[in-house]
Protein backbone atom coordinates (compact mmCIF):
# COMPACT_ATOMS: atom_id res chain seq x y z
CA UNK A 1 0.00 0.00 0.00
CA UNK A 2 1.19 3.35 -0.78
CA UNK A 3 1.12 6.33 1.87
CA UNK A 4 1.29 10.22 1.21
CA UNK A 5 3.86 11.08 4.70
CA UNK A 6 6.13 13.23 5.69
CA UNK A 7 9.91 13.01 5.13
CA UNK A 8 12.19 15.22 7.64
CA UNK A 9 14.49 17.06 6.18
CA UNK A 10 17.24 19.89 7.37
CA UNK A 11 19.55 20.20 10.47
CA UNK A 12 18.58 19.88 14.25
CA UNK A 13 15.80 22.33 15.06
CA UNK A 14 15.91 23.64 11.60
CA UNK A 15 13.10 20.76 10.24
CA UNK A 16 11.84 20.72 7.06
CA UNK A 17 9.73 18.08 5.62
CA UNK A 18 8.75 16.94 2.31
CA UNK A 19 5.81 15.06 1.37
CA UNK A 20 6.65 11.98 -0.50
CA UNK A 21 4.61 9.53 -1.85
CA UNK A 22 6.44 5.60 -0.25
CA UNK A 23 5.25 1.86 0.51
CA UNK A 24 4.01 1.85 3.87
CA UNK A 25 6.31 -0.37 5.20
CA UNK A 26 9.25 2.18 3.98
CA UNK A 27 11.33 4.05 6.96
CA UNK A 28 10.61 7.33 7.27
CA UNK A 29 13.95 8.72 5.91
CA UNK A 30 14.24 5.37 3.77
CA UNK A 31 13.01 4.97 -0.04
CA UNK A 32 10.15 6.54 -1.89
CA UNK A 33 8.42 6.38 -4.64
CA UNK A 34 8.08 10.61 -5.50
CA UNK A 35 8.64 13.74 -3.66
CA UNK A 36 5.22 15.34 -4.20
CA UNK A 37 6.19 18.75 -2.25
CA UNK A 38 7.61 20.36 0.61
CA UNK A 39 6.02 21.33 4.07
CA UNK A 40 8.20 24.12 6.66
CA UNK A 41 6.57 24.73 9.44
CA UNK A 42 8.59 27.27 10.91
CA UNK A 43 7.65 29.81 8.68
CA UNK A 44 4.46 32.00 9.81
CA UNK A 45 2.36 31.27 7.89
CA UNK A 46 3.74 28.19 7.17
CA UNK A 47 5.32 27.23 3.80
CA UNK A 48 3.54 24.55 1.40
CA UNK A 49 4.33 24.14 -1.82
CA UNK A 50 2.98 20.68 -3.60
CA UNK A 51 2.21 19.50 -6.78
CA UNK A 52 -1.47 19.10 -6.41
CA UNK A 53 -1.94 17.43 -9.75
CA UNK A 54 0.45 14.25 -8.69
CA UNK A 55 -1.30 14.70 -5.40
CA UNK A 56 -4.73 13.63 -7.01
CA UNK A 57 -3.34 11.37 -9.31
CA UNK A 58 -1.73 9.14 -6.13
CA UNK A 59 -5.22 9.21 -4.21
CA UNK A 60 -7.03 8.38 -7.36
CA UNK A 61 -4.30 5.44 -7.23
CA UNK A 62 -5.56 4.71 -4.05
CA UNK A 63 -2.53 6.10 -1.98
CA UNK A 64 -3.25 7.08 1.84
CA UNK A 65 -2.80 10.18 3.29
CA UNK A 66 -1.08 9.21 6.58
CA UNK A 67 -2.48 11.84 9.85
CA UNK A 68 -0.45 14.43 9.89
CA UNK A 69 -0.72 14.98 6.20
CA UNK A 70 -4.11 14.93 6.10
CA UNK A 71 -4.76 17.57 8.58
CA UNK A 72 -2.09 19.60 5.84
CA UNK A 73 -3.86 19.17 3.35
CA UNK A 74 -7.47 19.72 4.90
CA UNK A 75 -5.75 23.16 6.62
CA UNK A 76 -5.25 24.78 2.83
CA UNK A 77 -8.58 22.71 0.96
CA UNK A 78 -6.66 20.44 -0.85
CA UNK A 79 -8.90 17.22 0.06
CA UNK A 80 -12.06 19.70 -0.90
CA UNK A 81 -10.67 20.05 -4.06
CA UNK A 82 -9.82 16.09 -4.17
CA UNK A 83 -13.58 15.66 -3.74
CA UNK A 84 -14.46 18.11 -6.47
CA UNK A 85 -12.25 16.51 -8.93
CA UNK A 86 -13.25 13.17 -7.85
CA UNK A 87 -16.78 14.55 -8.72
CA UNK A 88 -16.15 15.60 -12.27
CA UNK A 89 -14.51 19.18 -11.69
CA UNK A 90 -12.25 19.82 -14.03
CA UNK A 91 -8.39 20.06 -12.77
CA UNK A 92 -7.30 22.86 -14.84
CA UNK A 93 -10.14 25.17 -12.75
CA UNK A 94 -9.06 23.06 -9.21
CA UNK A 95 -5.35 24.36 -9.66
CA UNK A 96 -6.23 27.21 -10.84
CA UNK A 97 -8.01 27.73 -7.68
CA UNK A 98 -5.32 26.13 -5.16
CA UNK A 99 -3.00 28.74 -6.88
CA UNK A 100 -4.92 31.74 -5.60
CA UNK A 101 -5.70 30.30 -2.43
CA UNK A 102 -1.76 29.67 -1.74
CA UNK A 103 -1.15 33.12 -3.16
CA UNK A 104 -3.69 34.86 -1.11
CA UNK A 105 -2.35 33.27 2.63
CA UNK A 106 1.12 33.10 1.82
CA UNK A 107 2.81 36.11 2.89
CA UNK A 108 4.76 36.38 5.84
CA UNK A 109 4.52 39.56 7.96
CA UNK A 110 7.99 39.66 9.37
CA UNK A 111 9.88 39.33 6.02
CA UNK A 112 7.53 40.59 3.76
CA UNK A 113 8.34 38.04 1.39
CA UNK A 114 5.74 35.83 -0.03
CA UNK A 115 6.17 32.27 1.72
CA UNK A 116 4.42 30.03 -1.01
CA UNK A 117 6.15 30.88 -4.44
Known amino acids: MVRIR ?23 DGRF ?3 LGSYNPRTEPFTFDVKEDRI ?30 KKGESLET ?12 AVNPRTHIAAHK
Open 94 to 105: LLAEAKTSYEQR
Open 6 to 28: LRRNGLKNQITYRIIAADKESPR
Open 33 to 35: LEI
Open 56 to 85: FDWLSKGAQPSESVEKLFKSVGLLDRFERF
